[in-house]
């Protein structure tokens, strides 16, 4: 008897499944077009299906669009906190995945402990997705490649490059790099670089990732340019951090060095004058909105595929 289909990481998937999954989110999308926001998909394949969505942190775009999207496919949705659950008092992980399996259909995560992630899955009898953990973001990496394709075509052989922190959402593009063969280069400060077991990976599975501190040299004639915030939840030190990111902010000079019709992506939340400039975000290149809406289409092939309908 083989076990749930789970949806970790990225580095732990085929890529056909993964290609699988964008391809069944754009035709979801396609569908659902001129269709009012609240109404139910064409096909609503997850009737009687109940998602229960674990939030240890704060969310806007995961917890709304796991909602939205369970609902949208005919299926419901079950919020939970970490201070509404035993989880909260004590209870382990493990007691928490058994119980919760017997309830519900598939199971959200979205904590700061990848291990609670790893915990859940193992002992889990339903599919359990990764929401968000302190070292990844697949879901999100989902979208992003929907959005550059939709926009630029098929993204393999394409030149991506990230300034900024070395944070869960630029591990999670060197894994979407291996996965969907497109060349990626990573600009960070010293002090915040990636973790070098994904680089590891990468350079173990024939992925074209380079690394520089220099973010004019990562940003040169790339197809695509990518940050993201430069003060995660829970992190401290807020000044010092920004000094030392603020070389690698996206301004509109730095977005220049890129091909002229280059691509802007920010998975969000954006704060303006810290890790891009309001021009940028607010410009021409910019995708980050349909990037904020493909996390929908995006959630509802995860769904689908980890629930095999």
């Known amino acids: ?23 069944r989110a754009k035709r979801i999308k396609e569908a659902r077009a001129g269709l009012p926001k609240g109404a139910v998909d064409p096909q609503t394949p997850l009737d009687g299906h109940i998602l229960a969505a674990l ?33 909260g008092r004590g209870e382990s992980v493990a ?33 359990v997705i990764n929401g968000l953990t302190q070292l990844t973001h697949p879901c999100q990496l989902m979208a992003d490649v929907m959005t550059i394709e939709e926009h630029r075509g098929p993204i393999a052989g394409k030149v991506v490059a990230w300034t900024g922190d070395g944070n869960n959402v630029c591990a999670s593009l060197v894994h979407a790099a291996v996965k ?18 994904v680089l590891d990976w990468a350079g173990e599975n024939g992925g074209r990732v380079t690394t520089t501190n220099d973010p ?21 030190g807020r000044e010092k951090r920004l000094e030392r990111l603020a070389p690698f902010r996206v301004t509109a000079r730095l977005l220049a ?19 891009m400039d309001a021009d940028v975000i607010d410009g021409p290149q910019s995708v980050v909105w ?10 509802k092939g995860i769904l689908l595929w980890c629930l095999e309908k």
Request: hydrophobic share 40%; charged share 30%; net charge negative.
């Open 1 to 23: 008897m083989t076990g749930p289909r789970h949806f970790l990481d990225l580095d732990r998937l085929d890529a056909a499944d993964l290609r699988a999954i964008i391809e």
């Open 257 to 275: 060095e890129a091909k002229p019709d280059a691509l802007f992506l920010h998975c969000l939340p954006a704060h303006r004058g810290e890790e």
């Open 290 to 299: 349909d990037e904020a809406e493909n996390r929908l289409h995006v959630q």
């Open 55 to 87: 939030f240890e942190r704060e969310s806007t775009r995961t917890r709304v669009s796991f909602d939205v999207g369970m609902r949208q496919l005919g299926g419901r949705t079950m919020v939970l906190t970490g201070d509404e659950m035993q989880l």
């Open 216 to 236: 004019w040299e990562a940003v040169k004639n790339a197809d695509c340019v990518f940050t993201d915030t430069f003060v995660s939840m829970g992190q401290t």
């Open 180 to 197: 969907f063969d497109f060349e990626l280069r990573i600009a960070t400060p010293k002090k915040y670089v990636l973790r070098p077991d």
């Open 95 to 127: 007691d928490t995945a058994r119980v919760l399996s017997r309830f519900v259909d598939v199971l959200m995560l979205r904590t700061l402990r990848h291990d609670y992630l790893l915990e859940l899955a193992e002992h889990a009898s339903v599919p």
